[in-house]
Protein backbone atom coordinates (compact mmCIF):
# COMPACT_ATOMS: atom_id res chain seq x y z
CA UNK A 1 0.00 0.00 0.00
CA UNK A 2 2.91 2.62 1.24
CA UNK A 3 4.93 2.00 -2.48
CA UNK A 4 1.29 2.44 -4.67
CA UNK A 5 0.88 5.69 -2.39
CA UNK A 6 4.75 7.19 -3.20
CA UNK A 7 4.52 5.86 -7.51
CA UNK A 8 1.17 6.08 -8.54
CA UNK A 9 -0.50 9.26 -6.49
CA UNK A 10 2.75 11.09 -4.17
CA UNK A 11 4.05 11.93 -8.08
CA UNK A 12 0.18 13.88 -8.72
CA UNK A 13 0.40 15.79 -5.49
CA UNK A 14 4.01 16.83 -6.37
CA UNK A 15 2.75 18.01 -9.80
CA UNK A 16 0.17 19.75 -8.68
CA UNK A 17 1.54 21.43 -5.61
CA UNK A 18 4.39 22.60 -7.21
CA UNK A 19 2.48 23.68 -10.09
CA UNK A 20 0.61 25.87 -7.91
CA UNK A 21 3.01 27.61 -5.44
CA UNK A 22 3.79 31.31 -6.14
CA UNK A 23 7.30 32.09 -6.52
CA UNK A 24 7.66 35.65 -4.71
CA UNK A 25 10.96 37.59 -4.35
CA UNK A 26 9.82 38.71 -1.16
CA UNK A 27 10.32 36.88 2.18
CA UNK A 28 13.01 34.56 -0.27
CA UNK A 29 15.24 34.10 2.48
CA UNK A 30 12.07 31.89 4.40
CA UNK A 31 12.20 28.78 1.70
CA UNK A 32 16.47 28.36 2.56
CA UNK A 33 15.89 28.82 6.00
CA UNK A 34 13.46 25.67 5.68
CA UNK A 35 15.65 24.17 3.84
CA UNK A 36 18.53 24.49 6.28
CA UNK A 37 15.76 23.63 9.15
CA UNK A 38 16.50 19.99 7.75
CA UNK A 39 19.57 19.39 6.44
CA UNK A 40 21.63 20.73 9.44
CA UNK A 41 19.81 18.45 12.07
CA UNK A 42 20.16 15.49 8.87
CA UNK A 43 23.73 16.28 8.25
CA UNK A 44 24.82 16.59 12.48
CA UNK A 45 22.85 12.97 12.73
CA UNK A 46 24.94 11.75 9.50
CA UNK A 47 28.51 12.29 11.44
CA UNK A 48 27.22 11.56 14.84
CA UNK A 49 26.26 7.92 13.34
CA UNK A 50 29.08 7.60 12.29
CA UNK A 51 30.46 6.73 15.56
CA UNK A 52 27.95 4.75 16.57
CA UNK A 53 27.86 0.91 16.79
CA UNK A 54 24.86 0.11 14.57
CA UNK A 55 23.89 -1.18 10.94
CA UNK A 56 23.27 0.69 7.92
CA UNK A 57 19.18 -0.18 8.32
CA UNK A 58 19.63 1.66 11.93
CA UNK A 59 21.82 4.40 10.48
CA UNK A 60 19.35 5.22 7.80
CA UNK A 61 16.21 5.49 9.95
CA UNK A 62 18.64 7.72 12.59
CA UNK A 63 19.02 10.06 10.06
CA UNK A 64 15.95 10.18 8.50
CA UNK A 65 14.34 10.88 11.70
CA UNK A 66 16.91 14.25 12.13
CA UNK A 67 16.13 15.15 8.76
CA UNK A 68 12.19 14.67 8.40
CA UNK A 69 10.43 17.56 11.04
CA UNK A 70 6.79 17.76 10.80
CA UNK A 71 6.43 21.28 10.52
CA UNK A 72 3.59 20.92 8.00
CA UNK A 73 1.08 19.86 10.49
CA UNK A 74 1.74 20.24 13.58
CA UNK A 75 4.56 23.08 12.88
CA UNK A 76 1.91 25.03 11.20
CA UNK A 77 -0.76 24.69 13.88
CA UNK A 78 1.17 25.53 16.59
CA UNK A 79 2.60 28.95 14.75
CA UNK A 80 -1.45 29.30 13.65
CA UNK A 81 -2.07 28.96 17.69
CA UNK A 82 0.49 31.03 18.81
CA UNK A 83 0.77 34.22 16.25
CA UNK A 84 -2.40 33.89 14.57
CA UNK A 85 -2.64 33.74 10.08
CA UNK A 86 0.14 35.99 9.03
CA UNK A 87 2.56 33.07 11.21
CA UNK A 88 0.62 30.62 8.97
CA UNK A 89 1.51 32.19 5.64
CA UNK A 90 4.91 32.72 6.60
CA UNK A 91 4.63 29.05 7.66
CA UNK A 92 3.72 27.65 4.27
CA UNK A 93 6.73 29.96 2.74
CA UNK A 94 9.54 28.06 5.02
CA UNK A 95 8.60 24.47 4.30
CA UNK A 96 8.10 25.07 0.47
CA UNK A 97 11.26 23.02 0.33
CA UNK A 98 9.74 20.21 2.82
CA UNK A 99 8.83 17.71 -0.06
CA UNK A 100 11.62 17.95 -2.84
CA UNK A 101 13.96 17.63 0.26
CA UNK A 102 12.07 14.08 0.69
CA UNK A 103 12.11 12.77 -2.74
CA UNK A 104 15.58 14.53 -3.47
CA UNK A 105 17.62 13.56 0.21
CA UNK A 106 15.72 11.30 1.89
CA UNK A 107 14.29 8.40 -0.54
CA UNK A 108 17.87 8.31 -1.92
CA UNK A 109 19.71 8.72 1.72
CA UNK A 110 17.26 5.36 2.25
CA UNK A 111 17.69 3.53 -0.64
CA UNK A 112 21.69 3.90 -0.18
CA UNK A 113 21.30 2.29 3.62
CA UNK A 114 19.47 -0.28 2.60
CA UNK A 115 21.46 -1.34 -0.52
CA UNK A 116 24.62 -0.53 1.88
CA UNK A 117 23.27 -2.91 4.56
CA UNK A 118 22.19 -5.86 1.82
CA UNK A 119 25.68 -5.39 -0.51
CA UNK A 120 28.03 -5.48 2.31
CA UNK A 121 30.13 -2.93 -0.01
CA UNK A 122 32.58 -0.45 0.93
CA UNK A 123 31.73 1.46 -1.74
CA UNK A 124 28.20 2.45 -2.58
CA UNK A 125 28.52 4.99 -4.84
CA UNK A 126 27.43 3.50 -7.61
CA UNK A 127 24.26 2.13 -5.96
CA UNK A 128 23.69 5.91 -4.16
CA UNK A 129 23.32 7.14 -7.88
CA UNK A 130 21.40 4.37 -9.10
CA UNK A 131 18.43 5.45 -6.37
CA UNK A 132 17.50 7.80 -9.02
CA UNK A 133 16.48 5.20 -11.70
CA UNK A 134 13.92 3.59 -9.00
CA UNK A 135 10.32 3.56 -9.65
CA UNK A 136 10.30 4.89 -6.12
CA UNK A 137 11.62 8.54 -7.27
CA UNK A 138 8.47 9.13 -9.20
CA UNK A 139 7.16 11.76 -7.21
CA UNK A 140 10.97 14.04 -8.18
CA UNK A 141 9.39 13.17 -11.76
CA UNK A 142 6.14 15.17 -10.19
CA UNK A 143 8.10 17.92 -8.93
CA UNK A 144 9.95 19.06 -12.11
CA UNK A 145 6.56 18.71 -14.35
CA UNK A 146 4.82 20.49 -11.55
CA UNK A 147 7.69 23.19 -11.40
CA UNK A 148 8.40 23.47 -15.38
CA UNK A 149 4.45 24.12 -15.79
CA UNK A 150 4.58 26.93 -12.85
CA UNK A 151 7.70 28.59 -14.78
CA UNK A 152 5.84 28.59 -18.01
CA UNK A 153 3.27 30.68 -16.94
CA UNK A 154 0.32 27.86 -17.03
CA UNK A 155 -2.34 28.40 -15.04
CA UNK A 156 -3.23 25.35 -12.87
CA UNK A 157 -7.42 24.73 -13.46
CA UNK A 158 -9.51 25.56 -10.31
CA UNK A 159 -10.72 22.03 -10.98
CA UNK A 160 -7.39 20.82 -10.02
CA UNK A 161 -7.45 22.14 -6.39
CA UNK A 162 -9.97 19.90 -5.32
CA UNK A 163 -8.33 17.23 -6.93
CA UNK A 164 -5.42 17.81 -5.00
CA UNK A 165 -7.42 18.15 -2.00
CA UNK A 166 -8.88 14.40 -2.41
CA UNK A 167 -6.01 12.62 -3.26
CA UNK A 168 -4.29 14.57 -0.38
CA UNK A 169 -6.68 12.56 2.11
CA UNK A 170 -6.31 9.12 0.27
CA UNK A 171 -2.45 9.28 0.31
CA UNK A 172 -2.68 10.06 4.02
CA UNK A 173 -4.99 7.10 4.60
CA UNK A 174 -2.59 4.58 2.28
CA UNK A 175 0.75 5.45 3.99
CA UNK A 176 -0.75 6.23 8.15
CA UNK A 177 -2.86 2.63 7.71
CA UNK A 178 0.46 0.40 7.02
CA UNK A 179 2.24 2.48 9.47
CA UNK A 180 0.37 2.00 12.22
CA UNK A 181 0.01 -1.35 11.52
CA UNK A 182 3.29 -1.75 11.80
CA UNK A 183 3.93 -0.15 15.32
CA UNK A 184 5.37 -2.60 17.85
CA UNK A 185 5.99 -0.75 21.28
CA UNK A 186 7.61 -4.17 22.69
CA UNK A 187 10.30 -3.29 19.69
CA UNK A 188 10.38 0.36 20.39
CA UNK A 189 11.41 -0.36 24.28
CA UNK A 190 14.90 -1.76 22.43
CA UNK A 191 15.11 1.23 20.71
CA UNK A 192 14.46 4.37 22.67
CA UNK A 193 18.35 4.71 24.27
CA UNK A 194 19.05 5.06 20.80
CA UNK A 195 17.22 8.03 19.91
CA UNK A 196 17.39 10.13 23.07
CA UNK A 197 19.93 12.55 21.91
CA UNK A 198 17.44 13.36 18.75
CA UNK A 199 15.88 15.58 21.47
CA UNK A 200 18.47 17.90 22.00
CA UNK A 201 19.50 18.16 18.86
CA UNK A 202 15.69 18.75 17.78
CA UNK A 203 14.60 20.84 20.44
CA UNK A 204 17.57 22.93 21.78
CA UNK A 205 20.33 22.85 18.71
CA UNK A 206 18.16 23.08 15.92
CA UNK A 207 16.27 26.15 16.78
CA UNK A 208 19.27 27.85 18.51
CA UNK A 209 21.38 27.49 15.12
CA UNK A 210 17.99 28.33 13.10
CA UNK A 211 17.76 31.52 15.77
CA UNK A 212 21.49 32.48 14.75
CA UNK A 213 20.85 32.35 10.79
CA UNK A 214 17.19 33.96 10.98
CA UNK A 215 18.80 36.94 12.60
CA UNK A 216 21.53 37.08 10.16
CA UNK A 217 19.07 37.21 7.81
CA UNK A 218 17.73 40.49 9.67
CA UNK A 219 14.42 38.72 10.97
CA UNK A 220 12.26 40.29 13.69
CA UNK A 221 8.98 40.20 15.25
CA UNK A 222 6.52 37.09 14.27
CA UNK A 223 8.50 36.37 11.24
CA UNK A 224 11.88 35.28 13.40
CA UNK A 225 9.74 33.37 16.36
CA UNK A 226 7.60 31.46 13.23
CA UNK A 227 11.31 30.61 11.86
CA UNK A 228 12.23 29.13 15.46
CA UNK A 229 9.19 27.28 16.19
CA UNK A 230 9.37 25.57 13.16
CA UNK A 231 12.79 24.13 14.08
CA UNK A 232 11.65 22.77 16.97
CA UNK A 233 9.23 20.52 15.68
CA UNK A 234 8.99 16.55 16.29
CA UNK A 235 10.05 13.66 14.08
CA UNK A 236 7.66 13.58 11.35
CA UNK A 237 5.90 10.64 10.72
CA UNK A 238 7.11 10.48 6.99
CA UNK A 239 10.49 9.35 8.68
CA UNK A 240 8.28 5.69 9.43
CA UNK A 241 6.93 6.24 5.96
CA UNK A 242 10.15 6.58 4.19
CA UNK A 243 11.69 3.77 6.66
CA UNK A 244 9.23 1.34 5.83
CA UNK A 245 9.48 1.67 2.05
CA UNK A 246 12.82 1.38 1.59
CA UNK A 247 13.40 -1.52 4.00
CA UNK A 248 15.06 0.53 7.08
CA UNK A 249 14.58 0.04 10.77
CA UNK A 250 10.73 1.18 11.30
CA UNK A 251 10.80 0.51 14.72
CA UNK A 252 13.79 3.15 15.31
CA UNK A 253 11.78 5.64 13.04
CA UNK A 254 8.97 5.17 15.26
CA UNK A 255 10.39 5.50 17.98
CA UNK A 256 11.77 8.85 17.13
CA UNK A 257 8.54 9.84 16.22
CA UNK A 258 6.19 8.71 18.84
CA UNK A 259 9.40 10.09 21.63
CA UNK A 260 9.91 13.55 20.10
CA UNK A 261 6.18 14.48 19.56
CA UNK A 262 5.47 13.30 23.47
CA UNK A 263 8.09 15.40 24.40
CA UNK A 264 6.61 18.14 21.97
CA UNK A 265 3.40 17.74 23.42
CA UNK A 266 3.78 17.40 27.20
CA UNK A 267 6.90 19.83 27.22
CA UNK A 268 7.95 22.51 24.23
CA UNK A 269 3.91 23.20 23.26
CA UNK A 270 3.13 24.07 27.03
CA UNK A 271 6.31 25.91 27.34
CA UNK A 272 5.14 28.25 24.04
CA UNK A 273 2.02 28.83 24.92
CA UNK A 274 3.50 29.84 28.46
CA UNK A 275 6.08 32.41 26.78
CA UNK A 276 4.15 33.63 24.22
CA UNK A 277 1.33 34.89 26.85
CA UNK A 278 3.62 36.37 28.89
CA UNK A 279 7.00 37.31 27.42
CA UNK A 280 6.33 37.81 23.54
Known amino acids: MVT ?12 LSFWQVELKTELIVLPFLGLAMQLLPGGIAWLRSEFKSQDNLVKGSYILSN ?6 VLGGLTVFILFGEQAFAYAQLIIVF ?36 DKRQLPLAGL ?10 IERPEMLGTVFAGLIHVVAWAL ?4 GASIDFREM ?52 VTAKLFGLSVNLATTAFVLTTAVYMIFILPLMLVLTAYVF
Open 98 to 133: GMPVLVIVGFPLASHYNRAHYNNANDNSSSFLSTFL
Open 176 to 179: LVPV
Open 67 to 72: LLCNRG
Open 4 to 15: FAIVGLVPWLAL
Open 189 to 240: KKHWRQVLDIIPLRFILSPLILYLLAMLAGLEGTLLLTVVVLAMTPTAINAV
Open 144 to 153: LAGGLLNVGG
